[in-house]
C-alpha cells in the first residue's frame, strides 16, 4: 500500500523565519516519484518540484531547497528567510507503482509579518 | 502556453439536483485527472484518463458519478444526483504522460449543495 504523511497540519513562522515541512512516505516499489505542490489562497494547486526515487541529491531552487532520505522514507522541504506570499497550503504527493498519485493531507503554512 | 480550463468557477445547486464540469487540458497532455478536495483535505483522484481511456476510477462513485473525455482532449464530470457531501471543489489536472510526469491543475470548480 502506498501512502504519504504530513504530520505537520498547521506551522506558523514569523517572516524572515526559516521553516522545514515533513513528509513522510510508504511504498514497496523501487521505482517511484516524489512532488511538492504548492496551494495559495488562490486556490490553484502549483507544482515545486520532482524526485526520482534513484536520485536522492538535495536540491536548492532559490529559498526553498528538499531534502530527500530513502533510509528515512521522508522528503521534506524547507523555506528559508520565509516571506508572506510563501503563506499557502503545501502538498507532497507520491506516484507509485500503478503511477497512482497520492497527495498527503497538507501542510498550512502562514508566514506573518 | 494556455493552462488548464474549468468551469464553471463556481456551482450552487439542490441536492437531488445533477450538475457538470467541463475541463480542457493542456495542449499534447495524454493524461487528465479530476480530483475532489474537500475543505481542508488533500485531493482525492476520482479518475484518470489517458488519453481517452479510462486508467483508474476506483474511488469515482459510479452510481453518482460519470465523466468521459471526448477525443482525447476535454473532459466532463458529472453528478447525478448530487448529495450534501459532494460540496467541495473540483480539480482538473493534466500531464505529459502518466507517472513520473508533474500535474497541471486547473483553477478548480467549487461546489455547493444544499
Known amino acids: 500500500a502506498q501512502k504519504v504523511t504530513q504530520a505537520q497540519t498547521e506551522i506558523s513562522v514569523v517572516e524572515k523565519e526559516d521553516v522545514t515541512l515533513d513528509c513522510v512516505y510508504e511504498t514497496r516499489d523501487t521505482t517511484y516519484y516524489l512532488f511538492w505542490y504548492k496551494q495559495p489562497p488562490s486556490g490553484e494547486l502549483v507544482f515545486l518540484i520532482r524526485?526520482?526515487?534513484?536520485?536522492?541529491q538535495n536540491e536548492i531552487s532559490g529559498r526553498y531547497s528538499w531534502n530527500f532520505q530513502k533510509s528515512t522514507s521522508s522528503f521534506n522541504f524547507t523555506i528559508t528567510a520565509s516571506q508572506v506570499v510563501d503563506s499557502a497550503v503545501y502538498f507532497c504527493a507520491l506516484s507509485a507503482g500503478t503511477y497512482k498519485y497520492i497527495f498527503g493531507t497538507g501542510t498550512r503554512l502562514k508566514v506573518l509579518a | 502556453e494556455a493552462g488548464v480550463a474549468q468551469s464553471p468557477r463556481y456551482k450552487i445547486i439542490e441536492k437531488r439536483q445533477s450538475v457538470a464540469f467541463w475541463c480542457n487540458p493542456i495542449s499534447g497532455h495524454a493524461t487528465l485527472y479530476w480530483y475532489q478536495q474537500i475543505l481542508g483535505q488533500g485531493p482525492k483522484l476520482l479518475i484518470q484518463?489517458?488519453?481517452?481511456?479510462?486508467?483508474?476510477d476506483s474511488q469515482l462513485p459510479k452510481d453518482r458519478f460519470s465523466a468521459e473525455r471526448l477525443k482525447g482532449v476535454d473532459s466532463t464530470l458529472k453528478i447525478q444526483p448530487a448529495k450534501l457531501e459532494d460540496s467541495a471543489v473540483y480539480l482538473c489536472?493534466?500531464?505529459?504522460?502518466?507517472?513520473?510526469?508533474?500535474?497541471?491543475f486547473g483553477p478548480g470548480t467549487r461546489l455547493t449543495v444544499t
Open positions: 489536472a493534466s500531464s505529459l504522460e502518466a507517472g513520473s510526469y508533474e500535474q497541471y
Open positions: 524526485r526520482n526515487s534513484f536520485d536522492e
Open positions: 484518463f489517458q488519453n481517452n481511456g479510462v486508467v483508474d
